[in-house]
Structures are given as C-alpha cells and as structure tokens.
C-alpha cells in the first residue's frame, strides 16, 4: 500500500503563478484533508471533504481551491501565489468519525 | 485564544528519562484525542489515540486525558535517542475536524 501520496514535494512559484497540489490515496478512506505547517503554529486546516461531492472550509481557506470528484484524489489549487503561502502542506486521509489520520510526506512550496 | 494549547518545550532530557508532554483544550465539543510524532522533514504518523478519560499504554507510551479538566498527556518512558521528534496533540471534534496543538520538539541526549 502506498498510504497518501503527495506530489510534488518540492515547489517554487513566482507571485501570482498557479499551480495545484496533488493528494491521492489507496486507502478507501472517505475523509481526506489539507494542513500547512508553518513554524511554531502547528497544523492548521485549510479545507477538508467527507467524501466524493463534498468539501467544507477549515482554519485558513482564503487563497485555496478544492474539489473532490473521487474517493482517492483531493488536489488543492493556489490560484494567485502570494509568500504568505510560503509553507510545508500536508494532506491526510482518514474514516469518517475518527482521528486516526494518515499523513503524506508533504510539499514544500515556496513563494518568491 | 487557540483551541488547542501546547507547552512550548523544547525539551532535552538524557537517554532513559520519562518525558511528558502537555496539552490543553477549551472545546468541550472534542470527542478523540490524539498524539502524533513528527521526525524533521516528514509527515506526522499516529502515535496513540484514545476516546475516554483515563490513561491508555502501548508499550513505553503512556495518553492521559482528563475531559473534566480538559487536559491531555502524553508520557515517554526509558526514552530513547530514536525517540527525538516533534510531538503533536491533536483532538476531533464531532463535525469532523482536526486540531492541532503548535507541537513540542523533544531530544533524547545519548
């Protein structure tokens, strides 16, 4: 099993560029997530679905796309890079109604 | 305030020293408690995970949670260099979100 693959894991944009993070997932798991880490603030949710047709807000949404069109993908999508969204960013996967998330191994992205 | 607070740390403490981890809550909303480890450079795994008050062990971990106080441990003990990570609290409230405390990086000095 390859658990929650993440791509790519290294990113540098310029300001205002595009791009779309990419998360997938072997797992079934219905509950998918995106965190940023950045220093000293812990992980904090940007947007997260309980399932395919269905995302919701978290934390920190503002700047950040999502979409859900099957169990196993959840991409996350900058639409205008600003530094601000300098970050590591991971995503998880986990069954509805538990904690027990599965991290990927992160993207490093940053915005010059 | 945050909804998840954790002792800042950092910590360093000798090989074979219990090491104990702190977390606190406001959400009375919160239902899991969870602790993740993080090694630098990689993604968080699930170290334990526990629904009730009271203590569950697994091996040379100890999760403490205490829902009428609103408190949450983690304890290590005969700690191990290996064993030097970041430690992440983290609870599931019941419309399905994560939080996570800021996190506290432990060293375990050979």
């Known amino acids: 099993n390859a658990g929650v693959t993440q791509t790519p894991k290294f990113q540098v944009l310029k300001t205002g560029q595009s791009m779309t993070l990419q998360c997938a997932q072997d797992?079934?798991?219905?509950?998918m997530s995106w965190y940023r880490q950045d220093p000293g603030m812990g992980l904090r949710l940007i947007h997260y679905?309980?399932?395919?047709?269905?995302?919701d807000q978290g934390e920190v949404p503002n700047g950040y796309n999502v979409s859900r069109s099957t169990t196993e993908d959840f991409p996350l999508r900058l639409l205008s890079a600003a530094p601000s969204q300098t970050s590591v960013y991971f995503c998880?996967?986990?069954?509805?109604?538990?904690?027990?998330?599965?991290f990927g191994q992160g993207t490093r992205l940053t915005v010059v | 305030q945050k909804e998840v607070e954790q002792d800042p740390g950092p910590l360093s403490v000798p090989e074979g020293a219990i090491v104990s981890l702190n977390c606190t809550y406001s959400n009375s909303a919160f239902q899991y408690f969870m602790w993740y480890r993080q090694y630098s450079r990689k993604g968080p795994e699930l170290l334990m995970y526990t629904y009730s008050s009271g203590n569950k062990e697994d091996g040379r971990f100890t999760a403490q949670v205490d829902k009428s106080s609103k408190y949450i441990s983690l304890f290590i003990r005969d700690s191990q260099p290996s064993d030097s990570a970041t430690y992440l609290c983290?609870?599931?409230?019941?419309?399905?979100?994560?939080?996570f405390g800021a996190g506290t990086t432990v060293t375990v000095r050979a």
């Open positions: 679905s309980v399932g395919a047709g269905i995302t």
């Open positions: 983290a609870m599931l409230s019941n419309d399905y979100k994560l939080s």
């Open positions: 797992m079934n798991h219905e509950y």
């Open positions: 998880a996967s986990s069954y509805a109604g538990t904690g027990g998330a599965f």
